[in-house]
Structure formats: structure tokens, C-alpha cells
């Protein structure tokens, strides 16, 4: 956002500021601070103005600009209302050297999971991809997956959803208690780096928000199905500063996700490229790998298609 109009936001958010007290205190024209009052209603800022002064009475739009207003995490929002697939904008913005940009879209037309599978993106949900630039060895990236999803899963117990996490990427809302699901948000992580170091880091969130169910796949809910509709600009704030707060912290975050897990203590199938394996799932190591007991042995696996299975 621009700095001049965030001071602004800033002096009128606490009450009725005359414009000429604004113009002073930051320094422009009258008509300066006019022109900017005005590009902020155009972006979408409540600003009602009279006899004392201009005042700041509510953010209602969801875009950059207002989803940057207030964010306690730092990063710039790179706003887009239809988009193919934030995670592609998020590594071109990458390859051209950003850092801390946040890729937001109101609708995805190609938007994607894991292993390229098509992931439905109506308007109306959280589709975002954060570029980072962590000074950590590749080995350690998978955390910050983990870290989205705590994140993602966080915000949406903030919403009133009861939000758990599926291993490795997938933020759910269980059904029963013997570990059944509907999927509420998926995470897809990619990476560009050497042996010793990352370049960037992108890690993408799909979270189906303020979106009908009928709309989605029948394994699938939202945050519109299970609780009503959410502020999206507050959730992508509070999700946004939740992962800043855990990749500033790569110690918190397997605690945090186990604390959040739904796949620990279940019956589970793992599909891995060296074959399958079937146990209890009953632990995560420091990098995130599932520790799964097959009755035999434990065994830790870094990368597969977790399912989780009805108990015996």
C-alpha cells in the first residue's frame, strides 16, 4: 500500500481528523490528502467525512490494499480478482527475486493439489501462496507446510470450525470418531534451491471459505457449511500473522501440529513410491515425516498419500 495513504488510515482510524490537520501533520496538500481519501473509497475503505473532519469506519473490500491494512505479519499482498493459480504468479514473483509477497485471488481457474490434482476454486474462497526466502536447509522446508497448515487450521477454529490437520498437507473437519474427514483446505508447498540452501520457498493455501457445499466435491465442506460465512480479509490476516509467527519459529511447529493432528492415533494406508504401508500412525519427527507402526516395526516415511482407515 502506498505509505502515504496508510498514514492517513492511520490518523482517521480513531476518530474524525480535519483535513487540513491531516495535509499538516504528513506534510502534503489539501488536495493531496482529497485525492488520497478518494483512491481509498475506490479500494474499498469506509471513510465517511463531515463538519469535524474525515473518519475511518470500516474495511469491508477484500483485496491488497485492505487485507495489508492492519496485517501485524510483513507482508505485501499482490491482489488478484480471477487468477490461474496463485502458486504459478507466487514462482514467477519468485524467480524475479520477491520476498514476503502474498499472492491473493478471489477465484482460481487452474488452481492445483498435490501431485497436479485440480483443485476446485470458486470465488468466494481463500486462495493465496506466500514467497518466502528462509535462510534453512532444504531438509527442513517440509515445516513450513506443516506451519501453513497449523496456521490455516488455527484461523479457522478462530471462525468456530473444527479444524484438525491430516497428514502431511491437509487441513480437515472430522465427521465421526474413528478418523473420517471432509476436506476443508489443502496446502502445496514447492520449492527452488541447491543442496545446502533454499532460493525461495512458495507454500499455497486452498481453503474453501464463503462457498456453498454443493459446489465442492462430496468429501469436501467449508467454512459457509459448518459454522456461516466468514470475514475473509480478518481470516487471511490471521492466518498470515499465525505463519509468520510459526516460520519464525521452526522449533513450535511440530508441537503445534501435533497438538492439531487428526491423523495421529489413527489406522493408517500411506502410498509411497516404494510401496505401501499399513499401521497406526502414532508420531512426527522434527522434519515433519509420519511415524507409523505397522505391528512390526515402526517405520518413518517423509512423502506419501495418507489414508486414514477404519479401526479393526
Known amino acids: 500500500m502506498n505509505e502515504t495513504r496508510?498514514?492517513?488510515?492511520?490518523?482517521?482510524?480513531?476518530?474524525?481528523?480535519?483535513?487540513?490537520?491531516?495535509?499538516?501533520?504528513?506534510?502534503?496538500?489539501?488536495?493531496?490528502?482529497w485525492k488520497h481519501i478518494e483512491a481509498l473509497r475506490e479500494a474499498g475503505f469506509e471513510i465517511e467525512s463531515?463538519?469535524?473532519?474525515?473518519?475511518?469506519?470500516?474495511?469491508?473490500?477484500?483485496?491488497?490494499?485492505?487485507?495489508?491494512?492492519?496485517?501485524?505479519a510483513p507482508f505485501s499482498v499482490d491482489y488478484h480478482d480471477s487468477l490461474g493459480s496463485t502458486n504459478d504468479r507466487a514462482r514467477e514473483l519468485a524467480t524475479d527475486g520477491a520476498a514476503d509477497v502474498?499472492?491473493?485471488?478471489?477465484?482460481?481457474?487452474?488452481?492445483?493439489?498435490?501431485?497436479?490434482?485440480?483443485?476446485?476454486?470458486?470465488?468466494?474462497?481463500?486462495?493465496?501462496?506466500?514467497?518466502?526466502?528462509?535462510?534453512?536447509?532444504p531438509a527442513r522446508a517440509?515445516?513450513?507446510?506443516?506451519a501453513a497448515s497449523v496456521a490455516t487450521a488455527r484461523a479457522a477454529r478462530?471462525?468456530?470450525?473444527?479444524?484438525?490437520?491430516?497428514?502431511?498437507?491437509?487441513?480437515?473437519?472430522?465427521?465421526?470418531?474413528?478418523?473420517?474427514?471432509?476436506?476443508?483446505a489443502g496446502i502445496l508447498t514447492e520449492m527452488e534451491g541447491e543442496t545446502d540452501?533454499?532460493?525461495?520457498?512458495?507454500?499455497?493455501?486452498?481453503?474453501?471459505?464463503?462457498?456453498?457445499?454443493?459446489a465442492l466435491p462430496p468429501e469436501a465442506t467449508s467454512v459457509r457449511a459448518e459454522t456461516g460465512d466468514v470475514d475473509?480479509?480478518?481470516?487471511?490476516?490471521?492466518?498470515?500473522?499465525?505463519?509468520?509467527?510459526?516460520?519464525?519459529?521452526?522449533?513450535?511447529?511440530?508441537?503445534?501440529?501435533?497438538?492439531?493432528?487428526?491423523?495421529?492415533?489413527?489406522?493408517v494406508r500411506v502410498d509411497r513410491p516404494s510401496g505401501e504401508i499399513v499401521g497406526e500412525a502414532v508420531d512426527v519427527t522434527d522434519s515433519g515425516a509420519l511415524v507409523v507402526d505397522t505391528g512390526g516395526e515402526r517405520v518413518t516415511v517423509s512423502a506419501g498419500d495418507c489414508e486414514h482407515l477404519r479401526p479393526i
Open 50 to 72: 463531515g463538519p469535524t473532519g474525515y473518519e475511518l469506519t470500516g474495511v469491508a473490500a477484500y483485496n491488497g490494499p485492505a487485507v495489508e491494512y492492519g496485517l501485524e
Open 102 to 137: 502474498v499472492v491473493l485471488a478471489d477465484e482460481q481457474t487452474g488452481g492445483r493439489g498435490r501431485l497436479e490434482r485440480k483443485w476446485s476454486s470458486p470465488p468466494g474462497g481463500v486462495w493465496l501462496s506466500v514467497v518466502s526466502r528462509p535462510a534453512v536447509a
Open 232 to 267: 475473509r480479509r480478518a481470516f487471511v490476516q490471521r492466518l498470515l500473522e499465525e505463519f509468520d509467527r510459526y516460520q519464525g519459529d521452526l522449533e513450535a511447529v511440530v508441537p503445534a501440529w501435533r497438538d492439531l493432528a487428526l491423523t495421529l492415533g489413527q489406522r
Open 6 to 33: 496508510r498514514a492517513i488510515l492511520e490518523r482517521i482510524a480513531d476518530g474524525p481528523v480535519s483535513g487540513p490537520d491531516v495535509a499538516d501533520s504528513l506534510e502534503v496538500s489539501r488536495a493531496a490528502v
Open 197 to 214: 540452501r533454499i532460493e525461495w520457498l512458495v507454500v499455497g493455501v486452498g481453503l474453501n471459505a464463503n462457498v456453498d457445499a454443493d
Open 158 to 184: 478462530e471462525a468456530g470450525v473444527d479444524a484438525r490437520i491430516k497428514w502431511p498437507n491437509d487441513v480437515v473437519v472430522p465427521v465421526g470418531d474413528d478418523g473420517s474427514y471432509r476436506k476443508l
Open 142 to 146: 517440509p515445516l513450513y507446510t506443516l
